[in-house]
């Protein structure tokens, strides 16, 4: 397996801080290992950002295909193409990013069957950069309501009941996002939209931003910290503003990306 280390602006995109749109092309090119765990890594948390950010109605189950290169979790519908249900993918295969066609439409030659297309990378950058501009159409998102969190729960215990599928996969994908999903979702929620009331926040370090009330509230997860306390508009104003000064502190210093 080779390995290569992400470069300041794919840490900056990992991480929130800047647009898919700004990775060099052609992407593919360094991606081109699917055994990569570093190319794993960029793109399983995109996928979590966006699963964390549209609605059931718009996020198939998770699909787990046989292969270690031929594994996908579907999570969106591109906006430029909505009535015909092509799914974004995070995975790759031969270099090429994995695209799951679950859709009706009789001029798709891949829908009667639902098989697997491919596209470039850099093709996949672009359509996830369209999803993104598109969330806040897109509305509220699919995670645990905020009600099944109580003060001093731990995120590595936390209870079946507060997922929200029964599939087994479906659950693992949700139970990853909650636990192990970095501070990537800062630059896709406005301020406005966060309800003090049913704000939560798990921990400075790490800090998710994500609808988990399922009604278009936005709360804020941390992963390391095991208790959980409301917090005011200016408490969460500065916690943001000062996780986003660190994330991009880390990126101008070219420090590899922190583990997830």
């Known amino acids: 397996m080779s390995t290569w280390s992400l470069t300041p602006i794919e840490t900056a995109v990992l991480f929130g801080v800047a647009g898919l749109d700004q990775l060099p092309a052609p992407l593919s090119a360094r991606l081109a ?14 996928a979590s950002r966006l699963a964390g950010t549209i609605t059931p109605a718009q996020v198939t189950a998770l699909q787990v295909l046989a292969g270690p ?7 969106a519908t591109p906006p430029t193409a909505p009535d015909r249900g092509v799914r974004i993918a995070s995975g790759f295969r031969d270099g090429h990013a994995v695209i799951a066609s679950q859709n009706t439409d009789p001029t798709d030659p891949h829908a009667a069957t639902g098989g697997i297309i491919t596209i470039t990378a850099t093709t996949l950058a672009t359509w996830i950069t369209e999803v993104v501009a598109a969330l806040p159409r897109i509305g509220p998102g699919r995670l645990p309501p905020v009600a099944d969190l109580k003060p001093g729960d731990s995120e590595d215990g936390l209870p079946d ?3 929200t599928s029964t599939d ?12 192990n999903a970095p501070a990537d979702l800062l630059g896709e929620f406005r301020l406005e939209q ?7 926040v798990l921990s400075r370090s790490s800090i998710l931003v994500a609808d988990i009330t399922g009604d278009g509230r936005y709360a804020v997860y941390g992963r390391r910290k095991r208790s959980a306390k409301p917090v005011s508009p200016g408490e969460l104003v500065t916690l943001l503003t000062d996780e986003m000064s660190d994330l991009k502190n880390h990126v101008k210093s070219g420090a590899a990306a922190p583990s997830n």
């Open 168 to 179: 087994d996969e479906d659950q693992a994908r949700a139970r990853h996002t909650l636990v």
């Open 161 to 163: 009941s507060v997922l």
């Open 33 to 46: 290992d699917s055994d990569d765990h570093a190319a794993d890594v960029l793109l399983e948390n995109t």
């Open 69 to 75: 290169t031929h594994r996908l979790a579907v999570i």
């Open 194 to 200: 966060l309800d003090p009331q049913t704000t939560t």
